[in-house]
């Protein structure tokens, strides 16, 4: 990724930082279209915001193909980074039972969306197993 749009990114995620969570609208799948989006140049975004309103509502989403992060990186060229090389604008994806969990690295911390805190900033370390993807250009 160039310097302009790391810059994008990390003023973006930083920009969100303390907002509150709304699924659908402002949850770490939304938050993470929107990184994406600038990264790679797609429009993504409309795919996903909005499409959703309820846990159960964004189960029937994933599970009906709205968004999948592993398969939807791979199809855009993005490649697996090994652990510990990590760095911003990297996607995290953990894998749950009915969805993946995403996060946008920035560095040695990462910017997640939780339901009773709303867009936080934690040390990569706080999250737990997860795979690593950066799009390439």
């Known amino acids: 990724m160039n310097l302009e749009k790391e810059l994008e990114v990390r003023n973006f995620l930083k920009s969100q930082i303390g907002k509150p969570f709304q699924r659908g609208f402002r949850d770490c799948?939304?938050?993470?279209?929107?990184?994406?989006?600038?990264?790679?140049?797609?429009?993504?975004?409309?795919?996903?915001?909005?499409?959703?309103k309820n846990k159960k509502e964004a189960?029937?989403?994933?599970?009906?193909?709205?968004?999948?992060?592993?398969d939807g990186l791979l199809k855009l060229g993005a490649k697996e980074v090994p652990k510990n090389f990590e760095t911003t604008g990297d996607f995290l994806v953990i894998k749950r039972k009915w969805w993946e969990e995403i996060y946008v690295?920035?560095?040695?911390?990462?910017?997640?969306?939780?339901?009773?805190t709303g867009v936080q900033m934690v040390p990569m370390a706080m999250i737990g197993k997860y795979r690593a993807f950066r799009l390439v250009e």
């Open 29 to 52: 799948n939304t938050l993470a279209v929107h990184v994406l989006d600038m990264i790679a140049g797609t429009n993504n975004k409309e795919k996903v915001i909005g499409r959703y």
């Open 59 to 70: 189960i029937r989403f994933v599970r009906d193909g709205g968004w999948c992060w592993v």
């Open 105 to 116: 690295c920035l560095g040695r911390e990462c910017v997640g969306v939780y339901e009773d």
